[in-house]
């Protein structure tokens, strides 16, 4: 090549375009090592900058593509990029935007696709992967950054398998950012590709480099001493129990009626938050287990508030599936070894207990409020199956069941029977769960050998 077409070919590889943009977002000043930069489709570039730098001090792969098609040269060089993640243990971040597949390369283009997916579900749960979709995000384009641990969006990007407009019943805002973050596959969705960066930024300070590594320490303030009220939302317990400014909120818009999930910060060491409340439905299953498998992959603890009064009963919900959705939970909570920690806030009944704070199978430390309420059945059907006979003109249904809930089914009773470590007043809480996750930073468990657990799907 003479040094004429040298230049040619840096000048035409090198020039700015949105995916350096992101790319310098992403990483720290001068940290971006470029990697196959003269790969060629034909007389273009490959579509897609792939290499290697700093994230806020800690080293991770990334890619991010052009606007272009999809084919076999841009897959090689992402190929090559996973399998430097894989060597070195780092994490890697795709960001997608993309005008789908070159058909023209007929087969070739399906299997560079097959190529791909092979090595994001052989990376999974071994480094941590962020999808980042800042444009199109379209058929198996869309399977691979799915498959992520966590998928960020800007609110003007698409994600879809088939394009609404080809699509025999036309759904209004199907593809975009709010129906992806609606059906709990957009984990956060940011307003500029800069807060979406940031987004990416902030999730990859909360997991380590890998599943072998230790957690990252993080600087952190202690939140403002404000103590929520029984029935505190899931952020009103987060930004009250955890590391000043360190919550940030994970599958927003995705079954907020009855779980909230997040990564945040705890005396500065990462943790997942999981606050379930009235009755659990298929989707807040759903969410849950998405980020407590995800924590237990890279050995994040997990702290779970409990005020769920059961699960969604419903027969529209059992006729969808919902207790499929109810078993993968429980599943996902009893096969987890991370620490987990568990804080009955208020009411705690049945299966939902069972799944989520019950001592015996999941949870390895589970302390309670004064006023908690802990109970087979909810207060009233445990009342009439026990006490219907003590029902009087002198002692009304409505009393039993206060008496009931202030005795057998009251934290000092579950304490007393030995299914709580403690029971706590609110103010308490943060030290209390620093001191569990203090002792339980060594945690060891070893499974019997099987080559996987049969997950309820």
Not at 25 to 33: G, Q, T
Not at 110 to 125: I, K, Q, T
Not at 344 to 356: E, F, N, Q, R, S
Request: charged letters at 20%.
């Amino acid at each position: 090549m003479s040094a004429q077409t040298f230049r040619q070919a840096r000048d035409l590889l090198g020039k700015p375009s949105p995916a350096r943009e992101r790319l310098a977002m992403l990483f720290d000043a001068d940290s971006f090592v470029e990697l196959d930069g003269f790969v060629m489709t034909g007389d273009e570039p490959a579509g897609v900058i792939c290499g290697y730098g700093s994230v806020m001090g800690s080293p991770a792969c990334a890619f991010a593509q052009d606007g272009s098609g999809f084919g076999r040269a841009q897959a090689t060089k992402i190929a090559k990029l996973y399998d430097l993640a894989l060597k070195t243990g780092i994490p890697v971040v795709g960001i997608y935007d993309s005008a789908g597949a070159r058909v023209a390369e007929g087969a070739d283009v399906l299997a560079a696709y097959s190529e791909l997916l092979l090595r994001v579900n052989n990376l999974s749960g071994v480094v941590p992967q962020i999808s980042l979709v800042t444009g199109v995000c379209a058929g198996s384009s869309a399977l691979l950054a799915c498959c992520a641990d966590f998928v960020v969006m800007t609110k003007e990007a698409q994600f879809f398998m088939t394009p609404p407009a080809l699509s025999q019943d036309k759904v209004e805002g199907a593809g975009s950012a709010e129906a992806a973050a609606k059906a709990g596959v957009a984990h956060v969705v940011a307003d500029t590709d800069a807060a979406a960066i940031d987004a990416v930024k902030q999730l990859l300070t909360r997991l380590p480099l890998n599943n072998l590594a230790s957690p990252p320490v993080l600087e952190f303030a202690a939140p403002a001493e404000n103590v929520p009220a029984a029935g505190a939302s899931g952020q009103e317990l987060a930004n009250a129990f955890f590391d000043s400014g360190s919550v940030v909120e994970l599958l927003k818009g995705f079954a907020d009626g009855c779980a909230y999930t997040a990564m945040a910060s705890m005396g500065g060491y990462p943790v997942g938050v999981v606050a379930a409340s009235g009755k659990i439905c298929a989707d807040g299953c759903n969410k849950i287990a998405k980020l407590v498998n995800v924590c237990d992959a890279f050995q994040i603890p997990v702290v779970t508030f409990v005020n769920a009064t059961g699960f969604e009963p419903s027969s529209k919900a059992e006729l969808c599936g919902s207790v499929r959705e109810m078993a993968k939970l429980s599943h996902v909570y009893a096969e987890a070894t991370t620490p987990k920690v568990a804080v009955i806030t208020g009411k705690a009944y049945g299966a939902a207990y069972v799944a989520l704070a019950g001592r015996a199978a999941n949870s390895d430390y589970t302390i309670a409020w004064p006023d908690a309420v802990i109970s087979p059945l909810e207060p009233q059907t445990a009342v009439a199956f026990l006490y219907a006979d003590k029902i009087s003109p002198e002692k009304s249904r409505e009393q039993l069941q206060a008496e009931y809930e202030q005795g057998e089914a009251s934290a000092l009773a579950a304490a007393k029977a030995g299914h709580l470590d403690d029971v706590i007043s609110p103010e308490l809480t943060r030290p209390a769960i620093l001191a569990a996750l203090d002792l339980l930073s060594a945690k060891r468990v070893s499974r019997n050998p099987k080559k996987h657990g049969n997950l309820p799907l």
